[in-house]
């Protein structure tokens, strides 16, 4: 599956981003570029100065937003009272895709400690897909940054139910990633192939991959996957499930590392799994999961 390439292209309107953070009681801040064109600015006493930027409410903890028409990896950094972070010290990157909290979108979190920036060229890297991102939320807890992505597609305006499409999703993201953040490969499975340097440890494969099946209500089951990660995983499951004729009804697919954390709502005919059922899909999917290199069709 091709990456898709992560271009900065004019745009008539971009989405709100909000700063806020659990470590204060406090409102967020909202930051609404109004002119495209004009999207630079710096802060003075925690105030934007610069025309076209708008402040609603204050935060005791300064969050600082530098972007620039020439910087398209915008960068934003916290200045509150915790000691700095390594240097050194590579972050786990987190990509992670929620199809239950919202109804109406699919939303998307990332974060990668306190490195990631405004992510510009992500959204419109997710627009060249023919998405929507309707709003964005950036949200500091400790020294985690996590921004949040509300994503529609932009023919229908719901959100986002083809596996194939969510799989894109995340390899997109995290190409932006490899890009932007290229010390990020040696914590991704994938920068062995596309990062600068590849993970110094690599899963053994049959002791990374967990396959449970759990209760959850009289009309659908909920089926937790760990497993090493690679591309094209989320499709994979997906017709090793659909095989089994086993509905999907919704996703959570997590990405942490080098590690796959997904999981599924899952029906039999508008019903919850038997136990015997779900033996079946349990054991289908730990033989495919840990022999990634045997025929799909063989299991």
């Known amino acids: 599956m091709a990456f898709a390439n992560s271009l900065l292209s004019s745009s008539s309107s971009l989405p709100q981003i909000h700063h806020g953070s659990k470590d204060f009681n406090s409102t967020p801040l909202i930051i609404s570029p109004r002119e495209p064109s004009a999207f630079s600015f710096s802060p003075i ?16 903890k300064k969050n600082i937003l530098y972007a620039s028409v020439n910087d398209l990896n915008a960068s934003a950094s916290s200045t509150s009272l915790k000691p700095e972070q390594d240097a050194d010290s590579v972050p786990m990157p987190v990509v992670l895709i929620d199809q239950d909290s919202d109804s109406d979108a699919t939303i998307v979190q990332l974060s990668f400690g306190d490195r990631l920036g405004a992510l510009i ?96 209500g009289p009309k659908r089951s909920l089926l937790c996957i760990e497993t090493a990660d690679r591309p094209g995983l989320l499709v994979e499951i997906i017709k090793v499930i659909a095989d089994v004729n086993i509905d999907v009804e919704s996703a959570e697919i997590d990405t942490e590392g080098l590690v796959a954390k997904d999981k599924f709502h899952v029906s ?32």
């Open 45 to 60: 006493l925690n105030k934007f100065c610069e025309p076209g930027i708008g402040i609603i409410g204050s935060s005791r």
């Open 121 to 216: 060229d992500t959204m419109n890297a997710l627009k060249d897909l023919g998405l929507d991102v309707a709003k964005g939320t950036v949200l500091t807890d400790g020294p985690v940054k996590q921004t949040k992505f509300f994503i529609t597609r932009l023919d229908t305006g719901r959100k986002v139910e083809d596996p194939d499409m969510l799989e894109r999703i995340r390899l997109t993201i995290i190409n932006n990633l490899l890009k932007y953040h290229p010390e990020s490969s040696e914590r991704l499975a994938m920068g062995e192939a596309f990062g600068i340097k590849a993970p110094e440890k690599k899963l053994d494969v049959d002791i990374a991959t967990q396959v449970h099946v759990k209760e959850d």
């Open 268 to 299: 039999y005919r508008g019903a919850a799994l038997t136990s015997s059922l779900s033996q079946v899909l349990v054991n289908c999917l730990r033989y495919y999961l840990r022999r990634p290199e045997t025929d799909i069709d063989s299991y």
